[in-house]
């Protein structure tokens, strides 16, 4: 590291620590979500925004996934130091927590998924030297309720909000509630990049939120791989049915939107 970049970061460091005593933020940001919905891209954004507040990005921190990690993968290991952080932030003094999550197409997200964590699937160094097929065939043994288990177990766990109950405006896009332990904002990712400035002048006040691209799958070394199990992947129409049914896409997305889920899924006969 140059002194130029050493003298930067002591600069900021500084002026975060000055933020912190003098302004007195109570606010603690949590980018809480689901893994592959664009948390990334919001965290990312959230930080060039606000450069000197407390934002963080967490996947879980919920006892039902964390108790499976200990046990778990390696590749896991990660979940669970990020939430031992933030809990450690928590007991640090009285926060005015604000949560962000988003919501994603489940097929799309799992998708995705697959290519984050293959290590515990599939015996590779690398996602690339697995066949397009052999994704494909692995995916399809999937139930694609994994983005409705998350809120059912981990989000309420942590949260206490049973987002099923609340409802959510998915014309919009995003909504915002309120319980006693936080202020929540939850936004489509397939709306993103249109409501994305006004829904965070509606959870964090007046300003200018400009959205950032950040951990897209697509872009990556394997991105040519992703397309291609994109492309091959499709699944009957009784399964989407039962996907399309269930609580968490009859609560995030509405009726029209349904129906390009399913006919971007389904099997062509």
Avoid at 14 to 23: A, Q, S, W
Avoid at 98 to 108: E, F, Q, Y
Avoid at 214 to 243: C, D, F, W, Y
Wanted: hydrophobic share 35%; glycine share 4%.
């Amino acid at each position: 590291m140059t002194k130029r970049n050493k003298a930067i970061r002591f600069y900021h460091r500084i002026r975060k620590y000055l933020y912190k005593k003098i302004i007195n933020d109570k606010d603690l940001i949590l980018v809480y979500t689901l893994s592959k919905v664009g948390s990334s891209s919001v965290y990312y954004s959230l930080k060039k925004t606000y450069p000197y507040k407390e934002i963080h990005h967490v996947h879980f921190l919920g006892d039902t996934w964390l108790n499976k990690f200990k046990t778990g993968h390696r590749i896991f290991n990660n979940n669970l130091k990020n939430a031992e952080r933030i809990f450690t932030l928590l007991n640090k003094k009285p926060w005015r927590l604000k949560i962000i999550a988003l919501t994603r197409d489940p097929i799309a997200r799992d998708i995705s998924g697959m290519f984050q964590t293959w290590q515990h699937v599939f015996d590779v160094p690398d996602i690339t030297e697995v066949p397009a097929e052999q994704i494909v065939e692995q995916l399809h043994k999937n139930d694609f309720l994994y983005s409705q288990n998350w809120f059912e177990t981990d989000f309420m766990e942590f949260t206490g909000l049973n987002v099923f109950q609340e409802g959510f405006d998915a014309e919009q896009g995003y909504q915002i509630y309120k319980t006693d332990q936080a202020d929540i904002l939850i936004m489509q990712l397939e709306q993103l990049n249109v409501i994305y400035n006004e829904a965070m002048q509606a959870f964090l006040g007046n300003g200018s939120y400009v959205l950032q691209k950040e951990n897209i799958t697509a872009s990556r070394e394997s991105g040519k791989l992703h397309s291609q199990v994109k492309g091959l992947l499709r699944l009957p129409p009784e399964t989407l049915e039962e996907i399309c049914t269930s609580d968490y896409m009859t609560t995030f997305y509405n009726a029209v939107q349904l129906e390009k889920f399913k006919e971007r899924w389904v099997e062509k006969l």
